[in-house]
């Protein structure tokens, strides 16, 4: 029933929040689309004492959604060949890898997020949540996103401190890994909302950063996504590349 909620919601849109899924609206997708019968007495009493109950467990599957798994195997696998052609022999050369990980991520992770058929729909009920606290009761929503930005940014966090470290870098005290993760995060959500609306102000900024000065095509989100990892990182003094072995 939940998943047929969410079915149904990534092709009609949240609106205003869950109250548009009805228990009959999914009773007749599942029966036209897999042709599963359910009605009121299958779940009334069984699963949910209401169908308000019922909506407030699609919003929170919603709120439950780890951002951090839309990640295609085709990103990181652009993400590790960019490691692997990289010159880490040269600080040089290491931060031009870093400049091709904003580059390519910049655009990859971008896409990503617009292009998902469910992270409208997350950032819709984290809107709704926090625009209609709910003093009175445990907020099971708002729990949810809670643990879905925690599990983003630790995932996040790994990636960072295992792809630094593999190019000598490290965050700068009293900075950390997490506060960076978090603010690629927001920046990237942030450049999303807004590319949604207005793509033309996040894509495709000229700069001359390829080859002799060659002009490349950038993501506002890349190019901030260089602007923190410039401000955030520092060199490992007296460091040394080992072999890549991936």
């Excluded at 927001?186 to 000065?213: F, Y």
Aim: some cysteine; proline content about 4%.
């Amino acid at each position: 029933m939940v998943n047929a909620a969410l079915e149904l919601l990534v092709a009609q849109g949240l609106g205003s929040g869950t109250e548009r899924i009805t228990l009959k609206g999914v009773f007749d997708y599942l029966q036209e689309s897999q042709g599963i019968r359910l009605h009121y007495a299958s779940v009334l009493g069984r699963i949910w004492v209401d169908q308000s109950e019922f909506q407030r467990d699609v919003a929170v599957a919603i709120a439950s959604i780890d951002g951090s798994t839309a990640e295609s195997e085709a990103t990181v696998a652009g993400f590790l060949n960019i490691l692997r052609k990289s010159d880490r022999t040269t600080l040089d050369g290491r931060w031009q890898t870093i400049n091709r990980f904003c580059l390519y991520l910049g655009e990859s992770n971008l896409n990503e997020l617009v292009e998902s058929p469910t992270w409208p729909l997350w950032v819709s009920i984290w809107a709704v949540s926090m625009s209609h606290p709910d003093e009175t009761e445990p907020d099971l929503v708002r729990d949810a996103l809670t643990k879905s930005y925690g599990s983003l940014t630790t995932n996040f966090e790994f990636a960072f401190d295992w792809a630094i470290a593999w190019l000598g870098f490290r965050v700068k005290a009293p900075l950390t890994t997490r506060q960076l993760s978090t603010a690629v995060s927001a920046l990237a959500e942030g450049c999303a909302l807004r590319d949604r609306l207005r793509s033309a102000d996040i894509r495709d900024i000229k700069l001359p950063t390829g080859t002799k000065g060659r002009r490349e095509s950038w993501t506002l989100f890349g190019i901030g996504l260089e602007a923190l990892c410039r401000h955030f990182l520092e060199e490992i003094p007296s460091w040394e590349p080992g072999p890549i072995d991936f």
